[in-house]
């Protein structure tokens, strides 16, 4: 028998591997949703206003958001713990849910309450003092789910009494947030067709914001705006426009590196058929960020359909593998910038958009939009008009770009995991360093025709690891005014789950060997760790409450990566 590495065998890409259909039984088909309360909900817990939302990246007691503000900048003004004295830093309690799988969750807390997801659409609301549990809710997924990477949530959103989670089966739920009453729920798309939810959605002046999961099942992607007290539709905004989407035929990249397209064979089949566009993927994996301001939502867009092979859709394939920005009231287009036209290497923009100021190349403080690619390059752009400012270092080794995938295989660096992957940055708007976390996997891309199979994995081959070559991650710190890398520390495993950054002067992110690391966020030196027992696989998240700073971070491992599985949130403290 062939014994496959385990990271060589999720990423081989099969059916039954990284990405997945099921009949969502899942343990759950044919229950209801329900909802279990443990214990009478705190009296603290308050509405959410939007005017407690849009200053929440400046709330030291709360955080309020998935990302911990509109700007997403995963960085909170609490200093209690900080460089002199967290090496004191020990679990203040463990929580341990019912969902024995990965989780990517990012936590929300409200005045002391925490809101809390798992894999398969479970959510917790707890004690963030001491983990007593007031309510747990169950989703009941529908008869089918199709959904890549992992049966994964991400997290929920807050405004009034209300929460908000998207699901595998492509719902948006309302959840009342002292109970876990479902107060209501809509069909945001067909999960037959691909279609999943993932993501934690975005709440701003009454809007849920969400966009889809699907770019290897040949969705055609989108982000929605709903009502946020009756589930109403308000407006779409469709990452695969009807017409234009060859784009202007872009040769090269966002960096300048020739991409090796044939354009004259790609004009020649656009010619003969340009209906595709309804299949040509474009999914939205993370959370929008929001500027009131100007009344802007920025969000980036994952690959093409097929992932690999380009036969089936000629041109640019706008919007995908680009940062897009569009109106919050209407979703109408504003302006978009693409990274790689014409994707064969599922190297699609995934990691959280970012809302900073920069130095533009006038040398004047520019509003800037911020984003990680799986190319290894953190790419800073003007937020006015989506122009590229600059673009980093690279964070990664970067070889044979971009050679194009063959039948019997093509070895390119970076990996289509990254680079950095759905993993959040963190940005200290004191150092003007931004934080990602980033994998290294040497890869080969496999190539093959494939016609759209309504609904199934549609890839269009495959891309493998190289079993003989070493994988591992690192934790980079980048200047966004110059491009340059201010640190690297390097992991002995590749990088999945996000950053934290806090003005205590630290960074924190986790490991897939079950690693939680404190970092001097000027330095890089590792000043803590701890043993979390399972996969650190989520981005960490920071509040304070009854007067004491706690860290949270789950420890759930990856599917994805099929680091070690578990079921936790632990939460740290001083003591």
């Known amino acids: 028998m062939n014994i496959v590495p385990p990271l060589t065998r999720l990423l081989v890409l099969s059916s039954v591997l990284l990405c997945a259909s099921f009949s969502a039984g899942d343990a759950q088909e044919g229950q209801d949703s329900t909802t279990t309360t443990s214990a009478p909900m705190s009296s603290a817990l308050v509405p959410v206003t939007q005017d407690m939302l849009s200053k929440a990246g400046g709330d030291v007691q709360n955080w309020l958001h998935a990302n911990g503000s509109y700007d997403q900048r995963r960085y909170h003004s609490a200093s209690q713990i900080n460089t002199r004295n967290v090496q004191a830093l020990r679990p203040a309690f463990v929580f341990q849910t019912a969902v024995l799988e990965s989780m990517e969750t990012a936590p929300i807390v409200i005045n002391g309450v925490m809101f809390l997801t798992t894999s398969y659409d479970h959510v917790y609301a707890i004690d963030a003092a001491n983990g007593r549990e007031f309510w747990h809710y169950k989703h009941k997924l529908g008869p089918t789910t199709t959904y890549c990477c992992g049966p994964n949530n991400r997290g929920v959103a807050a405004w009034d009494d209300k929460l908000y989670l998207g699901t595998l089966d492509a719902k948006l739920v309302a959840l009342e947030a002292r109970t876990g009453k479902v107060l209501w729920e809509t069909q945001i798309a067909d999960p037959e067709k691909g279609y999943s939810e993932t993501m934690a959605p975005a709440v701003a002046d009454g809007k849920v914001l969400i966009g889809t999961n699907g770019g290897e099942y040949g969705i055609r992607g989108f982000v929605k705006a709903f009502d946020a007290n009756s589930g109403t539709l308000l407006w779409t905004f469709n990452t695969i426009p009807e017409m234009g989407h060859e784009g202007v035929w872009a040769t090269h990249d966002a960096t300048g590196r ?318």
């Open 258 to 575: 020739d991409l090796h397209r044939d354009i004259a064979a790609e004009r020649a089949a656009l010619a003969g058929d340009a209906s595709f566009y309804q299949t040509l993927g474009g999914g939205v994996w993370m959370t929008p960020a929001v500027d009131l301001s100007t009344r802007t939502v920025y969000f980036v867009v994952g690959n093409p359909s097929p992932d690999l092979s380009g036969a089936e859709r000629p041109g640019d394939n706008l919007y995908t593998d680009s940062m897009v920005a569009v109106d919050l009231d209407t979703g109408a287009y504003r302006w978009h910038s693409q990274y790689i036209a014409h994707d064969v290497w599922d190297l699609d923009a995934v990691s959280p958009v970012i809302l900073a100021s920069a130095r533009g190349q006038d040398g004047r403080m520019t509003p800037a939009a911020i984003h990680a690619g799986k190319t290894g390059h953190v790419y800073v752009h003007d937020r006015r008009d989506g122009r590229v400012i600059r673009f980093s270092e690279a964070m990664v080794p970067q070889e044979n770009m971009w050679v194009l995938p063959t039948p019997d295989g093509a070895r390119m660096l970076p990996g289509a995991n990254g680079g950095v992957e759905w993993s959040p940055m963190a940005f200290d708007p004191t150092l003007h360093l931004a934080f990602a976390v980033n994998l290294h996997q040497p890869m080969t891309y496999h190539v093959e025709a494939a016609k759209y199979p309504d609904g199934k994995l549609w890839l269009g081959g495959a891309f493998k690891v190289i079993p003989s070559e070493p994988q591992w991650g690192n934790v980079t710190a980048v200047n966004v005014d110059t491009g340059k890398i201010a640190w690297q520390h390097k992991t002995e495993q590749p990088m999945i789950g996000g950053a934290l950054a806090t003005a205590g002067g630290l960074v924190f992110a986790g490991e897939g060997n079950g690693l939680v690391k404190a970092y001097d966020s000027r330095t890089g030196r590792v000043l803590w760790q701890f043993q979390c027992g399972a996969g650190v696989n989520a981005p960490p998240v920071t509040y304070t409450a009854k007067g004491k700073q706690y860290i949270a971070v789950a420890a759930g491992g990856n599917t994805q990566l099929d680091f070690k599985r578990g079921n936790s949130i632990l939460v740290f403290a001083l003591p």
